[in-house]
């Protein structure tokens, strides 16, 4: 689930202290954990830029004197960072090859909002908010997207949100504009057909994706981060919104702790 910018320069210092203990090893050939320091968070967001930035084009506005072949917004300072890493050499920490954030409701607090509070009308989820969480800027490398960093992503919020009393993850899940949004609004029609949240979960986009001016019968295949979402037990929250910067269409997503497979419960308990 995707997320936006301003400035970041220091690595944590508006983050509560949830982390009680490291994520496990999710599979045995990844390991996962939270981000310690500003260069764990840095190694986050150089692989975001690879990402965003290079791999799907989005024209990101990092702060002023922010190094450069990084994405950095005014949110990370107020997340906490999940990093997948591959094996190293020597028993020292692989690359990154996964993230993403986790805004907690009272960080949410500190930072004035929501960053889907910014793309999106929230007013439906008012009673939700105190037990949601946020996920943002979700990526995966991509010699990376098979499944294996996602169900490790997972399996680690999984335990995160038990260990924090928190029940409910939103987000958005951005797809590429390149094909001008047909495969976007192809795929939002395909994904609402059979995982639409009820519409008490339902939001509104502040700048709607053009569906009506574009193409919704293509035969389309959700990427990878998606279709591990919808795995996962996510529904969607309404139409997508348009992210002129990132050129994608953001999907909002929403699932619930207590619609997760068994296997991630598992982790959790």
């Known amino acids: 689930m995707n997320s936006s910018q301003d400035i970041v320069t220091h690595a944590l210092p508006h983050a509560p202290s949830l982390i009680q203990r490291p994520a496990r090893a999710i599979p045995a050939a990844l390991s996962v954990s939270w981000a310690r320091s500003e260069a764990e968070v840095r190694e986050a967001q150089a692989l975001r830029h690879q990402v965003f930035a290079v791999e799907m084009g989005a024209r990101l506005t990092p702060p002023k004197g922010a190094p450069a072949g990084l994405d950095i917004d ?19 920490p692989g690359p990154v090859v996964g993230t993403y954030r986790v805004l907690t409701p009272a960080a949410a607090k500190r930072a004035g909002g929501l960053y889907s509070d910014t793309e999106f009308d929230l007013t439906r989820l008012r009673a939700l908010r105190p037990r949601v969480a946020e996920i943002g800027r979700s990526c995966v ?53 059979t995982h639409l949240a009820p519409i008490d979960c339902q939001v509104r986009p502040r700048l709607p994706l053009p569906i009506d001016h574009l193409r919704q019968n293509l035969n389309v295949e959700p990427p990878a981060l998606i279709r591990g979402y919808l795995r996962c037990g996510a529904k969607l929250m309404g139409e997508p919104a348009w992210d002129p910067d990132f050129n994608t269409a953001d999907l909002p997503l929403l699932l619930r702790t207590a619609d997760l497979p068994a296997r991630f419960r598992r982790i959790a308990g």
């Not at 300072?77 to 020597?90: I, Q």
């Not at 680690?156 to 047909?182: K, P, Q, W, Y």
């Open 74 to 92: 005014l949110f990370d300072a107020y997340c906490e960072h999940l990093l997948v890493r591959t094996p190293g050499e020597d028993g020292e």
């Open 141 to 193: 490398h991509a010699d990376h997207r098979s499944g294996g960093a996602i169900i490790a992503l997972w399996g680690a919020l999984a335990e995160f949100m038990a260990r924090n009393g928190l029940d409910t993850v939103i987000g958005c899940a951005s797809v590429s504009m390149r094909d001008g949004g047909h495969f976007a609004a192809s795929l939002w029609k395909q994904i609402a057909a």
